[in-house]
């Protein structure tokens, strides 16, 4: 059973279609697999190179370097879709995506052209911002670039950490300080492209996470890794605006990170319905009662409202209007906190049985957690947010 209104009625035809085929495609490929990856913590490899074939992995790249050519909204009605299905295998797909946005934002023609053929031969990609000293605080960043002029290089080293796609990927855009004297920290980093098979590229860690397990998430470790001067996204005059460049990515990727988890909070109601319906307490169905129907209620009305913000965040970054940071983490941290809130009250109604493994939903509190934390925690979008009201006026 699905909800109706759960996506936009207003979208376009083809719009419609293209939700149609991915619903299919997650129904009828990820859902089967779901249970046993999720607890063997193992990746469906087939299933992904089957939404690869469809360029579920490249849906933002433009159609003249081959990707799909779709635009933030359609994406984000797409990747709310899979999110109900599974929402680390989104992840997983949406994860290129954000490797690939350095690139369209910031790279040379011939930069997103071979990066597309990359992910053209059905390869992953992975964005390699994060270090052990550097979460919140990008700028703290320790990962160097040094330029080797004798050989026309630059030589990479450092570690990454909780890189989504890190233990599957082909290829990184990697962010690296190569300006050691910069007079702030914030003009310190520049972004390059690094192939997997490089020698001293290597996959560290793998974390045994809580939910999302459906995607690869691993450190990667660069030692005297060395890549040619054109691999430095942007060129020369990209030097030093990193930071920014990596900034301007989590600005365009958030909005689909919300409706990443507003597909989860769309799955817990769609559940919660079907459950309330069926279970019987006193007699009566609990859907009968109003302490029930008062949950269902606020979760459906805060989900509506979090579903329209990402939309809208999303149209006016289609639209081209700048700066939309402030709508963008409003999108995400609105939605993430939904997801989390709407999948607690969601064991609520299941009572018991939400607890426990033969239901989904404890997966699916799993699964929204993560949505406070990537892609800039939520207390990160507040400082976003905050910053953007008492400069702005
Ligand atoms: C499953 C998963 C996938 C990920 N995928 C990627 C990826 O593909 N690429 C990538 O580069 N990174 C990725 N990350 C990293 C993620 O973006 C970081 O974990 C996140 O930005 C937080 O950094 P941290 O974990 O170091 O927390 P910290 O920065 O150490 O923060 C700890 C706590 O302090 C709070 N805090 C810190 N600074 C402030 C502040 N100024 N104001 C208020 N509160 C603050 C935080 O909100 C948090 O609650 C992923 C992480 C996970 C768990």
Redesign the pocket.
């Known amino acids: 059973m699905s909800n109706p209104f759960s996506q936009d009625l207003l979208i376009s035809e083809e719009q419609k279609e293209l939700v149609a085929l991915v619903k299919e495609f997650a129904e009828t490929k990820v859902k089967p697999v779901v249970e046993q990856c999720d607890r063997d913590d193992t990746l469906p490899m087939e299933v992904y190179e089957q939404a690869m074939e469809m360029g579920l992995h490249m849906t933002v790249l433009p159609e003249e370097v081959g990707g799909m050519g779709l635009d933030h909204l359609t994406n984000c009605l797409l990747m709310e879709e899979l999110a109900k299905v599974d929402a680390g295998f989104a992840?997983g797909c949406s994860?290129n995506g954000?490797?690939c946005e350095p690139i369209m934002i910031g790279g040379t023609k011939e930069q997103q052209k071979y990066f597309a053929s990359v992910l053209q031969q059905k390869k992953f990609a992975?964005?390699?911002?994060?270090e052990?000293?550097?979460?919140?605080?990008v700028s703290a960043a320790k990962t160097k670039a040094v330029f080797d002029e004798k050989t026309n290089e630059w030589v990479i080293n450092g570690t990454?950490?909780?890189?989504?796609?890190?233990g599957v990927a082909s290829i990184y855009v990697v962010?690296a300080v190569t300006e050691k004297d910069a007079s702030s920290p914030y003009k310190a980093m520049s972004a390059f492209i690094v192939e997997r098979d490089l020698p001293g590229v290597s996959v560290g860690k793998k974390?045994d996470?809580m939910g999302?397990r459906l995607?690869s998430?691993t450190e990667v470790i660069f030692e005297d890794v060395r890549v040619p001067a054109d691999h430095l996204v942007g060129g020369e005059a990209a030097r030093g605006k990193g930071f920014k460049l990596a900034m301007q990515v989590l600005d365009s990727s958030r909005p689909t990170v919300g409706s990443m988890a507003c597909g989860i909070a769309q799955r817990c109601i769609d559940e919660c319905v079907e459950y309330a319906n069926t279970r019987k307490t006193f007699g009566k169905p609990i859907a009968a009662l109003q302490s029930m129907q008062f949950k269902l209620a606020d979760m459906e009305m805060t989900t509506q409202v979090a579903r329209q913000y990402c939309h809208y965040a999303a149209q006016v970054q289609d639209s081209g209007i700048k700066p939309y940071s402030k709508l963008s983490s409003i999108a995400k941290c609105f939605a993430g906190d939904n997801a989390v809130r709407v999948a607690t009250e969601a064991i609520q109604i299941f009572g018991g049985y939400g607890y426990s493994k033969e239901y989904p939903i404890e997966k699916l509190l799993r699964d929204a957690k993560?949505y406070q934390?990537?892609?800039?925690?939520?207390?990160?979008q507040?400082?976003v947010i905050a910053g953007n009201l008492l400069r702005g006026y």
């Open positions: 992840v994860a954000l490797a992975a964005f390699c911002l994060t052990p000293d550097a979460g919140s605080d990454k950490c909780f890189i989504t796609n890190g962010f974390e996470k999302i995607s998430t993560i934390i990537f892609e800039g925690t939520n207390e990160i507040r400082v």
